[in-house]
């Protein structure tokens, strides 16, 4: 097999990979939708590049091992990538999820201010009729 077919194999293969993992990330809410998107746009283009290129010269210039080596760091650098996305992901969701906390907190205080401003008027009132 010449490297040229083996890398379309695994552009392929590690296209129809990205993609599965990109829907089941969505399914199991560990990936926000924007970078769903993005990851499946990717995934689709690796598949499409797979598919549709051929890679006839690249035997020339890049030896067996070099393709290998360059798959490997490939491969590296695409998972990093794709698992910075769902931490990113999770830290948005609760960041997200934290504002919210802190706008009903907001919210409770500012009607326990109102509560405490009325009780304060009424012992006013209260003080001001008992000592007359």
């Not at 993609?19 to 998107?37: D, G, H, I, N, P």
């Not at 998972?79 to 996305?85: E, P």
Request: contains cysteine; charged residues 20%; glycine residues 6%.
């Amino acid at each position: 097999m010449k490297t040229g077919e083996i890398l379309r194999i695994v552009m392929t293969s590690g296209g129809v990979l990205i993609l599965m993992e990109t829907v089941m990330s969505l399914s199991k809410r560990r990936l926000k939708e924007q970078f769903c998107l993005f990851w499946g746009v990717i995934s689709v283009l690796l598949i499409l590049a797979g598919i549709f290129l051929r890679p006839i010269v690249w035997s020339r210039y890049v030896s067996r091992t070099g393709t290998i080596i360059i798959i490997i760091a490939a491969v590296c650098v695409v998972c990093c990538l794709f698992y910075f996305s769902i931490y990113i992901s999770v830290l948005s969701r609760k960041t997200q999820e934290l504002a919210m906390q802190v706008s009903l907190l907001n919210q409770e205080n500012e009607r326990m201010f109102i509560e405490l401003d009325r009780l304060q008027e009424l012992l006013e009132k209260a003080c001001a009729e008992g000592g007359e």
